[in-house]
């Protein structure tokens, strides 16, 4: 089944949100899984991945500090927890996956990501 993302808004600078990713039939607990943005007019970029086991991670430059992506695989969830959003972190916010052997490998790469979310809406204003 596909992924599908929850959590977004619209909320003022400096305010936190999560961001939710899930998965109906598909167990996440195979897939490295990241979260992307892409605002308009923009190519969307890598927020920050997780490997399978949760253990490695990878973050955009820009968000590092005050983002935290994290995984449950139990419950064939991820998060991203957002705190002091800035309005350049406006944009439309995906879900991402890959199918992927090796538990500890987490991949920047956007093109080896081949399941897709519709994505949930982040808006922050000054």
């Keep these: 089944g596909p992924l599908v993302e929850s959590g977004g808004g619209s909320v003022q600078t400096g305010a936190s949100l999560t961001l939710t990713?899930?998965?109906s039939g598909r167990?996440?607990?195979y897939y490295v899984v990241g979260w992307f943005r892409q605002g308009p007019g923009m190519e969307r970029e890598?927020?920050?991945?997780?490997s399978r086991s949760g253990e490695n991670?990878?973050?955009?430059?820009s968000v590092k500090g005050r983002f935290t992506i994290s995984r449950n695989n139990a419950l064939n969830?991820?998060?991203?927890?957002?705190?002091s959003l800035k309005p350049e972190d406006t944009a439309?916010?995906?879900?991402?996956?890959t199918v992927e052997y090796m538990t500890t490998y987490v991949t920047t790469t956007l093109?080896?990501?081949d399941h897709w979310g519709q994505g949930t809406q982040v808006t922050v204003s000054s």
């Design 111 to 113: 093109s080896t990501y």
């Design 92 to 97: 439309l916010y995906l879900c991402g996956a």
């Design 46 to 50: 890598l927020v920050a991945a997780i």
């Design 21 to 23: 990713c899930t998965a």
């Design 57 to 61: 991670t990878e973050y955009l430059d």
């Design 27 to 29: 167990p996440l607990s």
């Design 77 to 83: 969830t991820v998060w991203l927890q957002m705190d």
